[in-house]
């Protein structure tokens, strides 16, 4: 299905990035996969044996304006055309609103909003010199509604889903597409070790735990195929996650039972603590 096409990721030592890589070059599509972390970066091509014919890789600080003019003029250089831009890199960490310190704060907004506004700006600019391409912006079920004890991370990818659909609205008339997408809690080593604590009960009071195939099935079954503007899942939390930001009150009455399921539900990553 995405035979040569030309794909831009960043985040691609991780999880849901680093699976969307192996994923597409197993269709025959064409990667430029970038990390902020070039060790981690090639560890996964040694585990995963990204084909070399397929991926190419290339570090990147998305936090960095003048690195992403850099890296993605390489991308376009090294492919001709990048079809698909997949902003995917990401941070959290959970505090209490109160305690949050500065620099967790600075560095969750700057690679989770900062770097998405750069890799959307840079992607757009090429993409709209050819009158056609997607960029798929990677939020979160937090930018739906506000999580207590994710209160910074939840800001910032609320700015991320704003962002994303206002940017749709500029650019679809020109030709390019923009995606947000916002899955629950998805296991990887974003979310590693944070079972453990108060602030992310209320994160893991799904039915489940996402995994990286779930995201990647949705992401290249839904999204690229029907370009579509905002998708959250699993449905029902994000119905649940809507009613509550239409409905802030109505959080005093939820949130108590949530997040007792959440004690429940925090045991599905204690195998990898």
Request: hydrophobic share 45%.
């Given at each position: 299905m995405y035979s040569n096409r030309h794909f831009f990721l960043t985040g691609c030592a991780g999880g849901i990035g680093g699976h969307l890589v192996e994923a597409l070059a197993k269709q025959n599509a064409n990667i430029f996969a970038t990390d902020f972390d070039s060790d981690a970066l090639h560890r996964r091509v040694d585990e995963s044996r990204w084909p070399s014919d397929r991926v190419t890789l290339q570090a990147l600080d998305v936090r960095d304006p003048e690195a992403w003019e850099r890296v993605f003029q390489e991308a376009v250089d090294k492919l001709g055309t990048i079809d698909v831009a997949m902003n995917i890199a990401g941070c959290l960490f959970a505090n209490w609103a109160v305690d949050a310190p500065r620099e967790q704060v600075d560095?969750?907004?700057?690679?989770?909003?900062?770097?998405?506004?750069?890799?959307?700006?840079?992607?757009?600019?090429?993409?709209?010199?050819?009158?056609?391409?997607?960029?798929?912006?990677?939020?979160?079920?937090a930018s739906l509604a506000p999580i207590p004890g994710l209160s910074v991370y939840?800001?910032?990818?609320?700015?991320?889903?704003?962002?994303s659909i206002a940017a749709a609205h500029e650019l679809r008339p020109k030709g390019v597409h923009v995606s947000v997408v916002c899955p629950d809690t998805v296991r990887t080593d974003l979310w590693k070790g944070q079972w453990k604590?108060?602030?992310?009960?209320?994160?893991?009071?799904?039915?489940?735990?996402?995994?990286?195939?779930?995201?990647?099935r949705i992401i290249l079954g839904r999204v690229l195929t029907k370009k579509s503007l905002l998708t959250f899942f699993p449905a029902s939390r994000g119905l649940l996650a809507r009613a509550a930001d239409l409905f802030p009150a109505s959080g005093g009455f939820l949130l108590p039972s949530l997040m007792e399921r959440g004690r429940i539900k925090q045991t599905e990553f204690k195998d990898e603590t």
């Open positions: 560095l969750q907004f700057d690679v989770n909003v900062k770097g998405v506004i750069f890799g959307t700006q840079v992607a757009a600019r090429h993409m709209l010199s050819r009158a056609q391409g997607h960029i798929i912006n990677i939020a979160s079920m939840c800001a910032t990818k609320y700015a991320v889903r704003a962002f604590r108060e602030e992310t009960r209320l994160a893991f009071s799904g039915r489940r735990v996402l995994t990286v195939e779930d995201v990647t």
